[in-house]
């Protein structure tokens, strides 16, 4: 198991700004912090090494995409700190979720989830397909049950405060 301490390196810490930025060099919240990415570096670092780092404020903007989406979007020093959680979490819950989940995983995204759906559509015990999108679901989920649930299997305290506080 990872250690905080070895999350918190500023090599790490550089990798996760890496995942963090790809794609998106055209925003000028990712060309602001790459102008001076070792000092945030250093900055979210010392935060979070003296357990001061907190999320926030994040801002929240309406998209329509075939349909109204809200969107909340967060600061860039939290989307570092969220790879380098995801980076812990992943060892821990991959091996738990069932072969067919394809969200936010290494080598599992959309086109894997198509290419999957289209041999369940093409076998010949195909009977029906069901497509789903639940209005704010993420914001009707109990999230103190769901914290509880997943805390169970951190044993790192530092991460345990980080994604509880």
Partial sequence: MILFHQL????????CWL?????????????????DALGYLSTIQQRLRGRAFSFGPYRTFT????????VVDAPMKDRVVHWMLYQYLLPIWQPRFIHDTYGNLPGRGTHAAVRRLADFCR???????LQLDISKYFYSVPHDQLKARALRYVVDH????????
């Fill in 8 to 15: 918190t390196t500023l090599e790490h810490l550089h990798a």
């Fill in 19 to 35: 995942k963090a930025s790809a794609c998106k060099s055209r925003s000028l919240r990712v060309q602001r912090f790459a102008q």
């Fill in 63 to 70: 998209i329509h995409e075939k349909k109204w989406r809200d």
């Fill in 123 to 129: 076998s010949e015990h195909a009977v029906w397909a």
């Fill in 158 to 165: 530092d991460i345990r405060r980080l994604l509880t506080d």
